[in-house]
């Protein structure tokens, strides 16, 4: 079972671009990476996914070296409406999927 | 992107009774759907896992004569929660897994439970 580590909060400006690391030393070789979204009262929505390397979409970019013992989700020129906590999810495919969330990352855009 | 409901979005109850909320998915089939709570300024907690047909799962700590778990079809799975008290108030998620390979998860927008 993967274990995820990621700073509890972070600060940022409108127009920036937010980098957020998830730790995942212990992330099996079936596990994917997953990143959510989380507004107050809301239920997570998903950003984006990867395995391996890179993956990018029209919201973000999963960045995930090789030895995948991290992520960093980036986040270009973010704005305030991206005030929310980041979730990273390290979860294996089949039957071994256990998908228990870590922290977070509280991020606050400031105008 | 797939769409998962939950049902009530909030709920205000009396000590005492029992409150179900409902978790649907309304685009596609789901063998596993998992329920979490989530109290003010924490992450989700993993309660259960609720697989169609079958028992739910419960994570450690987690009384399962006091959240009962039905997944009786592959779009419907309901979390009662029984003989409920003012601790059991919190922010109740579903989500539901779309496919196996990768295991994208969708939430559900949550339920609110105030217990008085």
């Known amino acids: 079972l993967a274990k995820t580590t990621q700073p509890i909060s972070m600060d940022s400006y409108e127009g920036q671009e937010v980098n957020i690391t998830c730790s995942h030393n212990?992330?099996?070789?079936?596990?994917?990476i997953t990143w959510y979204q989380q507004f107050p009262s809301q239920g997570p929505r998903f950003i984006i996914q990867?395995?391996?390397t890179k993956v990018t979409n029209e919201v973000a970019s999963l960045f995930i070296p090789a030895d995948r013992k991290s992520s960093t989700l980036s986040l270009p020129r973010v704005s305030l409406s991206d005030t929310a906590v980041y979730y990273c999810?390290?979860?294996?495919?089949?039957?071994?999927?256990?998908?228990?969330f870590g922290r977070g990352t509280s991020l606050i855009v400031h105008p | 992107g797939a769409v998962v409901s939950q049902h009530p979005s909030w709920v205000i109850c009396k000590s005492g009774t029992s409150v179900k909320i409902e978790c649907r998915s309304l685009d596609f089939q789901a063998t596993t759907m998992f329920w979490y709570r989530q109290f003010p300024k924490q992450s989700l907690m993993l309660m259960a896992t609720?697989?169609?047909?079958?028992?739910?799962?419960?994570e450690q700590g987690v009384e399962k004569d006091k959240f009962l778990i039905n997944h009786a079809s592959l779009t419907l799975s309901t979390l009662t929660v029984t003989s409920a008290h003012p601790e059991d108030s919190s922010f109740y998620i579903c989500?539901?897994?779309?496919?196996?390979?990768?295991?994208?998860?969708?939430f559900g927008e949550g339920s609110r439970l105030t217990v008085l």
């Open positions: 990867g395995y391996k």
């Open positions: 999810l390290v979860a294996g495919s089949g039957g071994s999927y256990i998908p228990t």
């Open positions: 212990n992330i099996a070789t079936n596990d994917y």
């Open positions: 609720s697989n169609e047909g079958s028992k739910a799962t419960y």
């Open positions: 989500s539901a897994r779309k496919g196996q390979l990768g295991g994208e998860l969708f």
